[in-house]
């Protein structure tokens, strides 16, 4: 079993910026691909961000491109969501997630992924 905590979430002005932060505990999640997803209220879980396990593959939704950045410390089971330029459309509860095979190539559904976090919630007021 994995047990996943995001941190780093909160209140921010648009324009600004916010880390995530994800942590693993239960065993090493080193050799998995790991993502980034969100869900705004009455909406879908939405991916936005996926790392391979080796942390030199990176994937990213369309929406935040060039404003967001994944990346990982494998000595620290921990992935991160660097967020800048933050939106009132990126206001959302995010998830980090684990998924079951060493890289993703193309956008992931929920379904590849084995755990999750309880999420952080993520305020962009105007």
């Known amino acids: 079993q994995v047990q996943l905590v995001e941190s780093g979430g909160g209140l921010v002005q648009a324009g600004g910026s916010l880390r995530l932060s994800c942590a693993a505990s239960?065993?090493?999640?080193?050799?998995?691909?790991m993502g980034w997803f969100r869900q705004a209220p009455g909406k879908e879980r939405e991916f936005v961000a996926l790392i391979s396990w080796s942390g030199l593959y990176a994937y990213y939704t369309d929406s935040v491109k060039g404003r967001f950045t994944i990346s990982r410390n494998n000595a620290k089971n921990t992935v991160y969501l660097q967020m800048n330029s933050l939106k009132p459309e990126d206001t959302a509860v995010y998830y980090c997630a684990v998924a079951r095979v060493p890289t993703i190539t193309t956008r992931p559904g929920v379904d590849e992924f084995d755990y999750w976090g309880q999420g952080t919630q993520v305020t962009v007021s105007s």
């Open positions: 239960g065993r090493t999640v080193s050799t998995y691909a």
